[in-house]
Nanobody, 115 residues
Framework: QVQLVESGGGLAQPGGSLRLSCAAS????????MGWYRQTPGKQRDLVAA???????NYADSVKGRFTISRDNVKTTVYLQMNSLKPEDTAVYYC?????????WGKGTLVTVSS
């Protein structure tokens, strides 16, 4: 089993920055890929960024050049640095872990981008 706890959400102004953190506990060694997804009311949950155990990354086109995902295997934490935020980045952000035991999700953290 893997447990995920997100933090770092909140209110930011357009053009501002936030950093999300996702702390993993449990069978961290079993995790192959960790990622961030986001969801707005009435829409599906979409991938924002993902990072493999070896450090390979993948980003949604809408966040390329603005968001950076990173992974600290010692602290068993994954981060999402979000710069140049836009109002359309407003969503609940969820941490995901793909492990040998299946997919695991955090409870989500709300990011609101507004002036």
């Amino acid at each position: 089993q893997v447990q995920l706890v997100e933090s770092g959400g909140g209110l930011a102004q357009p053009g501002g920055s936030l950093r999300l953190s996702c702390a993993a506990s449990g069978n961290f060694f079993s995790i192959n890929v960790m990622g961030w997804y986001r969801q707005t009311p009435g829409k599906q949950r979409d991938l924002v960024a993902a990072i493999t155990r070896s450090g390979s990354t993948n980003y949604a086109d809408s966040v390329k050049g603005r968001f950076t995902i990173s992974r600290d295997n010692v602290k068993t934490t994954v981060y999402l640095q979000m710069n140049s935020l836009k109002p359309e980045d407003t969503a609940v952000y969820y941490c995901n872990a793909e492990s040998w035991y299946g997919d695991f999700w955090g409870k989500g953290t709300l990011v609101t981008v507004s002036s």
